[in-house]
């Protein structure tokens, strides 16, 4: 059997982790700013979070929904308090997609509405309703095309006033990235956040926080919505939850009352995935790594502006898009294989730092050095 050929890959393969380094099989060294896609929020294989799973899975590694798991609930009780939500519910899934699918899903058993609000430039993921709510024609297969999804223009407060006025009482969800990451670092304005906040409010639809990328302290704040002061009905993570760990989950506002059945999965909150989940938010709080991403990602921000080859700078916290022209194409991959640094990328040209929430001014200091020498020549 071969492999189903659908991720176009660097020809690196990765074999040893540490912190914000990686090592490939011929003992190259990289620095980590991509976090293998946003993932790794406490750096790779964190001396807290590798005694944890195996302490965990020396005891018990895994068993279902239909018994007590006492880390559900010691994991809730703290995401509720670091997160500042501890009236909220915690449901536990596996991926930010179907964190993404069950938001949707419950919004919609709630008011028992079919319509949702996205947004031009979104990613929610690649199920069928988080597929059906992305922006992207090409991976929407035609079984997802429920016709139920209406794009608008992202912060565009009057376009989403006109669909609420015109169809208002059949939005169930406006689904919403507080920065867009696969979009191309893009952030929602303040007053836009504020806007979907009250026009769900007047019309009992539901607010989502697609908190997937940019949740989970990436910006300083444990949710990219945060910063305009409101709060969502429902918050979807994944990604930095587990450091690699797949977990992914739904903070749910008091006002949903769940019912047996309503929503299950099989894997969701298992005992390892828990162990992960606490082992992230303990070293956040011990470390108070929210405060670092806040402080090294400013420090970026402020040094790329000195950067005049740079088209754009985009994000806030330790979720920054660079934004260059069509010259710079090259950039990307000159950083991974002549400076050894993984970044992410959006289309067309846009360079994405995802890093751990702990990195330092030093691997901070040594990826602007390499952006300099391959832009100013
Ligand atoms: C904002 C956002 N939502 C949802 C997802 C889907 O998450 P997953 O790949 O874990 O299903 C992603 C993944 O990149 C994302 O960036």
Redesign the pocket.
């Known amino acids: 059997m071969k492999l189903f050929n659908v991720y176009p890959l660097n020809n690196i393969e990765i074999v040893k982790a540490q912190d914000s380094t990686v090592w490939d099989a011929d003992g190259n060294k990289y620095l980590d700013l991509y976090g293998g896609?946003a993932v790794i929020s406490i750096g790779h294989t964190h001396p807290h979070y590798v005694r944890r799973l195996t302490e965990q899975l020396n005891k018990v590694g895994f068993y279902s929904n239909s018994v007590i798991i006492s880390q559900q609930i010691e994991l809730a009780e703290k995401l509720g308090n670091l997160s500042n939500k501890p009236d909220y519910q915690l449901f536990l899934c596996n991926?930010?997609?179907?964190a993404?699918e069950n938001a949707l899903k419950l919004a919609s058993f709630y008011n028992k509405r079919k319509k949702i609000i996205a947004f031009k430039g979104a990613?929610?993921?690649?199920t069928s309703l988080?597929v059906s709510a992305t922006d992207n024609p090409k991976i929407i297969a035609p079984v997802n095309e429920t016709g139920n999804v209406t794009f608008l223009p992202f912060n565009d407060e009057q376009a989403l006033e006109e669909a609420f006025k015109s169809f208002g009482n059949e939005i169930s969800s406006v689904i919403i990235?507080g920065i867009q990451?696969?979009g191309g670092i893009w952030e929602a304005s303040k007053s836009f956040l504020q806007k979907i906040r009250s026009l769900c409010d007047q019309y009992d639809a539901v607010y989502i926080a697609?908190s997937?990328?940019?949740g989970y302290g990436r910006t300083g704040q444990f949710y990219a919505h945060d910063y305009a002061g409101v709060e969502a009905d429902i918050y979807s993570m994944?990604?930095g939850m587990g450091n690699g760990f797949p977990v992914?989950g739904i903070s749910i506002s008091p006002k949903f009352k769940p019912w047996y059945g309503e929503l299950g999965t099989t894997f969701g909150g298992n005992h390892l995935a828990c162990a992960a989940a606490l082992a992230v938010l303990e070293v956040m709080q011990q470390d108070d790594l929210m405060k670092n991403a806040e402080e090294i990602g400013n420090y970026l921000i402020k040094e790329l502006n000195q950067i005049p080859q740079i088209t754009e700078i985009r994000g806030r916290g330790l979720m920054i898009g660079i934004e260059l022209s069509e010259e710079y194409a090259n950039v990307k991959k000159d950083l991974l294989f002549k400076h050894r640094i993984f970044t992410g990328e959006a289309k067309p040209n846009v360079i994405r730092l995802l890093p751990a929430l702990n990195i330092t001014k030093v691997h901070a200091d040594q990826f602007l050095t390499a952006l300099k020498a391959e832009l100013i020549k």
Do not use: L
């Open positions: 896609h991926s930010g997609a179907e993404n990613f929610h993921g690649r988080a990235e990451g696969v697609d997937v990328q940019c994944a990604k992914g």
